[in-house]
């Protein structure tokens, strides 16, 4: 009875603390997925990349809806996460471009080349 309790007790109890903790070390967590595509910044999922592009070009409302709605549209089909799609990139790009006006794609041609016209 004595080596009962000495050796088994103690290795019982040590039993019942590791195999709980091995079975939790063992399970996974799916890793954290990071963004593959440029557009997924902070940056760019607040869109502060585009309006600070555009910021000066005194923009209508009805322009400014427009452009959301076309960053939307980008968004939902280009989640965080999926391939890089330059050709959808290049698509939204001109579909905003085509909102301005020829004075502002001209505004945002100098701005992007650092030719400020102001």
Known sequence: ???????FLP????????LP??????QSTAPVQ??????????HETGE?????????NLTPAQKAQIKQIRQQY????????PPDRAARAQM???ILNVLTPAQRAQLQAERNGQHPY
């Not at 009875?1 to 050796?7: A, D, E, H, K, Y």
């Not at 290795?11 to 590791?18: F, G, R, T």
């Not at 990349?49 to 000066?56: E, F, N």
């Open 1 to 7: 009875m004595t080596i009962l309790r000495s050796v």
């Open 11 to 18: 290795a019982a109890l040590a039993a019942a603390l590791v």
């Open 21 to 26: 903790v091995s079975a939790l070390a063992q």
């Open 34 to 43: 990071q963004p593959q595509s440029g557009m997924c910044g902070e940056r």
């Open 49 to 57: 990349h585009h309006r600070s592009l555009l910021a000066g070009l």
């Open 75 to 82: 968004r939902a089909a280009h989640p965080c996460g999926s």
């Open 93 to 95: 790009r001109q579909q």
